[in-house]
Structures are given as C-alpha cells and as structure tokens.
T-cell receptor, first 108, second 115 residues
Framework: RKEVEQDPGPFNVPEGATVAFNCTYSNSASQSFFWYRQDCRKEPKLLMS???SGNEDGRFTAQLNRASQYISLLIRDSKLSDSATYLCVVGGYSTLTFGKGTMLLVSP | NAGVTQTPKFRILKIGQSMTLQCTQDMNHNYMYWYRQDPGMGLKLIYY???????DKGEVPNGYNVSRSTTEDFPLRLELAAPSQTSVYFC??????????????FGQGTRLTVV
C-alpha cells in the first residue's frame, strides 16, 4: 500500500460546483495532515492544515478520520482560479510524505 | 523576508557533470528538505536535515549528497549527472516546536535537465 494515496483525476467541474477530494494514508503514527495546492510548474503552497475536529476556511472544508486513516477536502462554489493540483500531505515529526495529487479543472 | 531561496532556477547539465543546487532560508527553521518532482508525479524526498550538522537520507538519495553547516543553508550536490536526474528540485523548510512540526514552505524550484 502506498503511503499516501489520492485519485489523480482530473476532476472536470463547472464554475459554482462542489467537488470533493479524498486521500488515504498508511502510517497510523502520522501526526500532522495538510492539503497543499500546486499550480502548473510552480512550488506547492499550503492550502490548509487538517485537524481531527474538521476545519473550514472560506469555501474549503477539510476532514480527518484517524480511525479510517482518511482525509478529505471539499471545495464549494468552485472558481476558475481553483484549477490546480491538490496534494494530500501527511507528516511524522521529521518528514512529510506527499500524495501524487489530484488535478482539478474548473470550466466556465 | 525572502523565505526560501533556490538557485539556479534553470540548468542544463551534460551527462557526467556535477553541480550544486543552493538553498537558503531566512525563516530560522530547523528542518530542511530536498524533494524532486518528475513530470506528472508526486514529490519524492531525497535528503532532509533536522538541524545544523545533521542530515539523513530520504526515499531517493542515490546520486546526491547534502551538507548542513549552518541553519540557513542546505546545498544539494549532484555528482556524475545522469538523465534519470532530470527533474524539478524543490527545497523546503519547516518550523518545529516541542510538540509538533508545522507546514512546509517551499522555494520556487530548480528545473534541471541532463542531456
């Protein structure tokens, strides 16, 4: 089983749609969880941290289920500018492990 | 603050040549990382460092070396470049506290082509 698994997509959605990404991780000792966004040929940038209680940042909601080792990201009211690759990231104390990413394409 | 600075941004190497990718941070973070990202693939950890004088291998260390003589600098050395090392290289830093490590901050990347 890969350490961090994501559906590579692409997810093609119209503007205004709601889209959800899922991620599973294999190391039950993982301590920290993040979603990063990566635009084409650019460096990854933090979108949001993910907490066990779930957290929301504007149109973005992240959930963590430690028992199932599952992380999700929900994007509401998609914008054209949301088109990017979304990376699920899981951290131990020393290292971070990245999923391969899920590509999102938002069309007019 | 500049954050994490990588140089050069682009480089073409011939097979067998060597080079050093530079990474400098002004964020006073202890943890630093080197990742490579091949087209359409995720980031793979090459080497990391938890502080000055301490380095450790990641998932794909072969063909690379690192050093960490200061908190600020974490250069990545490629010896005897091979076409398989054609990739985008990202340096990242991460703040730590006594109880958890935070999110990573990335440099803009170095695009390396070996021909």
């Amino acid at each position: 089983r890969k350490e961090v698994e994501q559906d590579p997509g692409p997810f093609n959605v119209p503007e205004g749609a709601t889209v959800a990404f899922n991620c599973t991780y294999s190391n039950s000792a993982s301590q920290s969880f993040f979603w990063y966004r990566q635009d084409c040929r650019k460096e990854p940038k933090l979108l949001m941290s993910v907490y066990s209680s779930g957290n929301e940042d504007g149109r973005f909601t992240a959930q963590l289920n430690r028992a199932s080792q599952y992380i999700s990201l929900l994007i509401r009211d998609s914008k054209l500018s949301d088109s990017a690759t979304y990376l699920c990231v899981v951290g131990g104390y020393s290292t971070l492990t990245f999923g391969k990413g899920t590509m999102l394409l938002v069309s007019p | 603050n500049a954050g994490v600075t990588q140089t050069p941004k682009f480089r073409i190497l011939k097979i067998g040549q060597s080079m050093t990718l530079q990474c400098t941070q002004d964020m006073n973070h202890n943890y630093m990382y080197w990742y490579r990202q091949d087209p359409g693939m995720g980031l793979k950890l090459i080497y990391y460092s938890v502080g000055a004088g301490i380095t450790d291998k990641g998932e794909v260390p072969n063909g690379y070396n690192v050093s960490r003589s200061t908190t600020e600098d974490f250069p990545l050395r490629l010896e005897l470049a091979a076409p398989s090392q054609t990739s985008v290289y990202f340096c990242a830093t991460r703040p730590t506290t006594t109880w958890r490590a935070g999110e990573a901050f990335f440099g803009q990347g170095t695009r390396l082509t070996v021909v």
